[in-house]
């Protein structure tokens, strides 16, 4: 049934009664205000009750809208396809992710030869009855026989590790937990793996349970967890994490150290063939971003932004490892580089122009071997695999065509398609043009812009305006299901490569941090005004989104300028800036925020922050908030207490709302059939908000 207009009108206001604490706290002498600080506790009585009303609200808005049903059929029809994930080849024996359309979760398969047929190895469908269940990660022993997989339950980081033999498609009876931001590396004699896990959280409160002291540990098949050998710990710095790789040869394992999102880090390595041989830094002042790409005897290579701010790879000889000796085989070039893979003795670099991909070859030398032709504007995953290996595979994806895989032929240089997914929409109907636009300051930012062709830009177009702007991560072209529905219906979709991401290296992403955060939304406000400029769409009917960082981008430029827009959606948001630093991993972040224990970065945080800047009295645009009650990562009392502080102030009569999913973190692993659901939610209140309403 449908609710009247004058209904959901009333409904807007009808929100709950959210009790406002005089809680204060004296913050570097400044007097902060916190009136939700009971928000936090996420499990008390009180919250959940007021969860439950403002889930009942929302609900009830939401499914009176007319534009929801169709949409939500349509995102239905669309998710039915099948979709790959890159085959990994260890041994002879292929792995993937595969999804057959509307499983809830991708279920890992093996495959013994390319013409065979694929044998189900792990299908997480049938380890929970909601399909909250998901695969993480998994690797494949050198010889492709025993597979680590990691398991997360209802989208939380916290995983279990278990394994599996892939021959008999027999468990072990080794069982690993309290596994947080790690991977697997197998010794080569397949008697075990390295891997990093946290020790069980204190209080029983896992889900916003600071995580510190990262242990990398070696497992040996057989043994119970508590007999694992503690290979590394930093007992002097708390902070650090630990990624293991074991080189192509089996002689040594490299450990890349980390401090939460950091862009700089360490190597350390260890002599494997060496019994009780130490750990040994290699690369220890944290002054650089070193990947690690691969070996060749005693010298090891990587991609380093080392007096290179947009990359170039790096050999260093291990025996004599001084940074004068080290030897660059691919420069920096204009494009940013970034990574690299060894694959049949030449590398494969990836790089990043304008936010697109391209792929280049280079000799053992460093020596140019020419380009990967690729379709157009897209994007790139994949090259995986081993120094001496004849064959890979790659991803390619764009804001109009689905993940396509492809085999790459070493020998040849060609590549054939191995997988492409089967949609029921044409995408030659769709268009991709860049564009660049002037930010406040005057630097040019670059901007996607998709559309149905043939449609005019009339200014009257509702226009949906996406970024990230943060942790050097670039926001390059994607397939969308829920943007293609939007697309269809005559939408059109942008997206923005702010400041603070990685479209142009480490200069662009530290232009947006710290104290130049207003960078990042002044470029994303920059966006709006430009598309609204030159005829695009208008101020009622641009609608501006983004999750996680890319919430906070949202979030920000909502508070800053609700003029400019029509309607926001806020996705799992970091949004109260003088306390990410106390939940779960969000010290982590400060490299990239700044501490609001630092007086001076406290001041830049406290003038941007979502949560403290709402302004009583203001007619705020149509606001969705969106969060999970298991979200680790950005903890929900974030979105909590901001949609509070948005209903109590908002003047207007725009709607101004929260959806909090269940049983789901923050977003991977999610099951299908609550993507489809929340996408037919956001997808609906945009639509009210912006063209509905005229």
Same mark, same amino acid.
């Given at each position: ?26 913050? !570097?002498g ?7 600080r ?19 609200v ?20 669309l ?5 790959y ?6 041994g ?11 499983? /809830? ?15 189900v ?28 997989y ?21 468990h ?9 931001f ?15 896990r ?32 503690l ?8 902070e ?42 290699l ?17 090891v ?11 170039r ?33 030449r ?12 792929i280049r ?35 390619f ?9 492809y ?35 005057g ?21 949906y ?70 005829g695009?769409?208008s ?37 109260d ?23 001076t ?10 949560? !403290? ?16 009650? !298991? ?7 974030h ?33 299908t059939?609550?993507q489809?659901?929340?996408?037919? /939610? ?13």
């Amino acid at each position: 049934m449908q609710i009247p207009l004058e209904r959901l009108e009333a409904s807007r206001r009808a929100y709950p009664e959210t009790p406002r604490l005089e809680h204060v706290d004296v913050l !570097h002498g400044v007097p902060v205000a916190d009136p939700y600080r009971w928000l936090e506790d996420l499990d008390s009585d009180q919250t959940r009750a007021w969860v439950e009303v403002e889930n009942r609200v929302t609900a009830e808005y939401l499914g009176g809208l007319p534009e929801r049903e169709p949409i939500r059929r349509r995102l239905t029809e669309l998710w039915n396809y099948e979709r790959y994930a890159v085959p990994v080849r260890e041994g002879g024996r292929y792995f993937f992710l595969r999804n057959d359309g509307l499983q /809830d979760q991708s279920v890992l398969y093996t495959l013994d030869s390319l013409d065979g047929v694929p044998r189900v190895l792990i299908d997480p469908n049938a380890l929970s009855h909601d399909g909250t269940v998901a695969i993480t990660s998994f690797n494949a022993s050198l010889d492709g026989r025993l597979v680590t997989y990691g398991l997360a339950h209802a989208g939380s980081d916290w995983q279990e590790w278990r394994v599996v033999d892939a021959e008999t498609g027999h468990h072990l009876p080794d069982l690993l937990q309290w596994v947080k931001f790690s991977q697997s590396a197998w010794t080569h004699d397949n008697a075990g793996f390295f891997y990093c896990r946290y020790d069980e959280p204190n209080g029983g409160r896992p889900l916003d349970h600071a995580v510190f002291w990262q242990k990398l540990c070696y497992h040996r098949l057989g043994t119970p967890q508590s007999e694992d050998e503690l290979i590394y710990q930093r007992l002097d710095d708390k902070e650090m994490g630990f990624i293991p790789f074991v080189s192509d040869d089996g002689r040594y394992l490299f450990i890349h150290v980390w401090k939460g999102n950091e862009s700089e880090n360490a190597i350390l390595y260890k002599d494997l063939s060496v019994p009780g041989a130490p750990v040994i830094e290699l690369l220890a002042a944290f002054d650089a971003c070193y990947t690690y790409v691969g070996t060749e005897g005693p010298v090891v290579w990587f991609v380093s932004d080392h007096d290179a701010p947009r990359g170039r790879l790096i050999g260093i000889d291990l025996r004599d490892p001084v940074p004068g000796k080290w030897q660059e085989l691919i420069p920096e070039a204009v494009e940013t580089l970034q990574s690299v893979s060894r694959l049949s003795g030449r590398f494969v670099a990836h790089y990043l122009k304008d936010a697109y991909s391209q792929i280049r070859f280079f000799g053992r030398d460093g020596t140019p071997l020419g380009e990967l032709e690729l379709p157009g504007l897209g994007s790139v995953s994949g090259f995986f695999g081993r120094r001496d290996d004849r064959e890979s595979f790659f991803c390619f994806t764009s804001f109009t065509i689905p993940g396509i895989i492809y085999r790459w032929d070493a020998e040849t240089g060609e590549h054939s398609v191995f997988r492409r997914p089967a949609l029921a929409f044409d995408p030659d109907q769709y268009e991709t043009r860049q564009v660049f636009y002037p930010s406040r300051d005057g630097t040019r930012v670059p901007m996607f812009i998709t559309a149905r062709k043939g449609e005019p830009f009339d200014g009257r177009r509702p226009t949906y305006l996406s970024g990230y702007g943060g942790f050097n991560t670039a926001m390059t072209p994607s397939f969308s299901l829920p943007l293609l529905v939007w697309m269809e219906r005559g939408g059109v979709y942008a997206v923005a490569g702010v400041r603070g991401g990685g479209e142009y290296g480490e200069e662009w992403h530290e232009a947006g941090s710290r104290r130049q955060k207003q960078n990042t939304f002044d470029d994303f406000i920059a966006a709006g005004e430009w598309l609204i400029a030159t005829g695009v769409t208008s101020r009622d009917r641009l609608a501006i989104g983004g999750h996680s960082n890319g919430g906070l981008l949202a979030a920000a430029t909502l508070i800053q300028r609700p003029d400019l827009l029509g309607a926001a959606l806020v996705g799992v948001g970091v949004l109260d800036m003088l306390r990410f630093h106390l939940f779960t991993i969000g010290w982590g972040w400060v490299s990239d925020y700044g501490s609001p224990d630092d007086p001076t970065e406290f001041s830049t945080l406290y003038s941007y922050s979502p949560y !403290h800047n709402v302004r009583d009295g203001e007619s705020y645009p149509a606001v969705l908030i969106t969060t999970a009650d !298991h979200d680790d990562r950005v903890v929900p009392a974030h979105s909590f207490k901001f949609a509070a502080a948005l209903q109590h102030a908002q003047a207007g009569s725009a709607p101004v709302m929260i959806r909090i999913e269940t049983r789901a973190g923050h977003g991977t692993g999610k099951p299908t059939s609550k993507q489809i659901e929340e996408a037919a /939610d956001e997808l609906s209140f945009l639509w009210a908000a912006l063209v509905r309403r005229e």
